[in-house]
């Protein structure tokens, strides 16, 4: 078992507390997944990469690390509201085409922007659809034991009841009686509901629904939260040590997780939860209806009206490592140029290092470094605070290379090993020489192509030619024939 000087803040006491692995040195890390219904936006991909660097950094402390992050295809009803049509089913009717043909799109999509930032594929990736028959086992359970009505074809969360014993709202923070005084608007309008908060289980199908399930309440669909509940504790059990996800997701989804693991089985069933924060543009909240939201590829390819230019997937990597998971991170042309600059002279800088040739002796203290780095690390994964250590590694290779210091071959070894671990390992950032940049090229228009492709097939002709013409002011030409499309960059 490794050294235990890692500590995590936990959402559930709002302080760091000491990780302590429930059953060392095997470690449960859970995270929400995408609702496969659009492309992946940029907020998921920043908690993604959060967790990819928390799942590197136990791996790399020495634990057994089981990863499991869900894929949402079924039960995310519009506006997280009880009632309405799923997301999926919604695109699918605008498109359409299948509900599973847009689950398959999306995820596909999904897995390839995970590719672009290299993330780590997590251990297990479950779905909702593939786990219908476990879910109705948990609302079985949760009305033996008395938290759950059904009503209708409907099985509820009876919140009130779960309330006199347990208590809700210990993650958010929010309180029944403040709920209700807040949203005395929901309280009315034809709801089968016994009370506002509680929230749906099971909800009984339309005649217009396609995905759906019988079960001993009639033909449905599981409710969004009970599929966290389930697959995290199938694969990681009851009682497991870190749930993360996106800071929008703690009420209610997380909130309700708590109330349906406890409600069927009298355990909470998490020790660590971690929350990442929101996006920002020019200090103003990232959001469609204002036009200053963006997609990962509208980042890279900087072809957003708000972009001065295009990043690479590496920089805007960077650019997130330098703030606090917890922290909101303020996007703007400038705070981007910078991560540019920075990320550069670090890779500069590791090529240095690479051809140093060691002296006879050392002229500073190279352990002095390495434990501030690991300690940097170990205080709740501060990747700003550890970049900037690194920061301080970078003058003094270039002082070694001026030979204004010196190093010996051993100290030469544990400097090359910090950067390789850190840069590499734990950050998984990578090179980009101009080889790398083409492949990161070819990576990017396989995306962009599948897209194109995609929306050709359903007939989308104006997306497809927004694609084409964007990419004629990147100075790239796509060529259509019978035989299919290619893609070349001009001089």
Not at 284 to 307: D, Q, R, V, Y
Request: proline content about 4%.
């Amino acid at each position: 078992m490794p050294e235990n000087r890692l500590k995590i803040y936990n959402s559930l006491s709002s302080k760091k507390e000491a990780f302590e692995p429930l059953s060392p040195p095997f470690v449960g890390l859970y995270v929400c997944g995408p609702t496969v219904y659009n492309e992946v936006h940029l907020g998921n991909v920043r908690t993604f990469i959060t967790f990819d660097i928390v799942y590197r950094y136990l791996k790399f402390l020495g634990y057994k690390v089981r990863y499991v992050r869900n894929i949402t295809d079924v039960g995310h009803l519009v506006d997280d509201a009880d009632a309405g049509e799923d997301k999926i089913e919604k695109r699918a009717r605008l498109e359409k085409i299948e509900p599973m043909e847009i689950v398959q799109k999306y995820t596909n999509s999904f897995h390839d922007v995970t590719k672009l930032f290299n993330l780590i594929s997590p251990s297990i990736e479950p779905t909702a659809s593939g786990h219908i028959i476990e879910q109705i086992e948990m609302i079985q359970q949760i009305i033996k034991n008395g938290y759950a009505y059904e009503i209708n074809g409907s099985v509820y969360f009876d919140v009130k009841k779960y309330a006199k014993k347990y208590n809700y709202g210990e993650l958010s923070g929010r309180k029944l009686d403040e709920l209700i005084e807040n949203t005395r608007e929901e309280l009315e309008g034809g709801t089968d509901k016994k009370f506002f908060a509680d929230f749906a289980l099971w909800k009984k199908a339309s005649e217009n629904t396609i995905m759906k399930w019988p079960s001993p309440w009639g033909i449905g669909v599981p409710g969004w939260h009970l599929e966290c509940s389930v697959m995290s504790t199938k694969y990681l059990g009851k009682s497991f040590d870190i749930h993360g996800g996106g800071m929008d997701l703690k009420f209610p989804h997380h909130e309700c997780e708590i109330a349906q693991s406890v409600g069927s089985g009298n355990e909470h069933p998490v020790k660590y939860w971690m929350h990442g924060n929101m996006l920002t543009v020019n200090g103003t909240k990232m959001s469609k209806s204002l036009g200053n939201s963006f997609l990962p590829l509208e980042l890279i390819a900087g072809s957003h009206p708000l972009l001065e230019k295009g990043y690479s997937p590496m920089v805007v990597k960077f650019f997130f490592l330098q703030a606090n998971y917890r922290s909101t991170v303020d996007f703007s042309n400038e705070a981007l140029q910078a991560a540019e600059k920075g990320y550069a002279r670090m890779m500069t800088a590791i090529e240095t290092l690479n051809k140093i040739i060691p002296s006879a002796t050392t002229s500073f203290n190279i352990d002095t470094l390495i434990n501030k780095t690991n300690e940097s690390m170990n205080d709740d994964f501060n990747t700003p605070v550890t970049i900037a250590n690194l920061f301080d590694g970078v003058k003094i290779i270039n002082n070694i290379k001026s030979e204004k210091a010196t190093i010996t071959a051993e100290d030469l070894t544990k400097l090359k090993a910090l950067y390789n671990n850190f840069i590499f390992d734990i950050f998984g950032l990578q090179k980009e020489s101009s080889t790398a940049k083409n492949d990161y090229l070819d990576d990017i228009m396989n995306v962009i192509m599948n897209i194109r492709n995609e929306a050709k097939a359903s007939k989308n002709w104006a997306l497809s030619d927004l694609i084409r013409d964007e990419l004629k002011n990147l100075n790239i030409t796509i060529q259509d024939s019978k035989d299919g499309s290619n893609w070349t960059v001009e001089n």
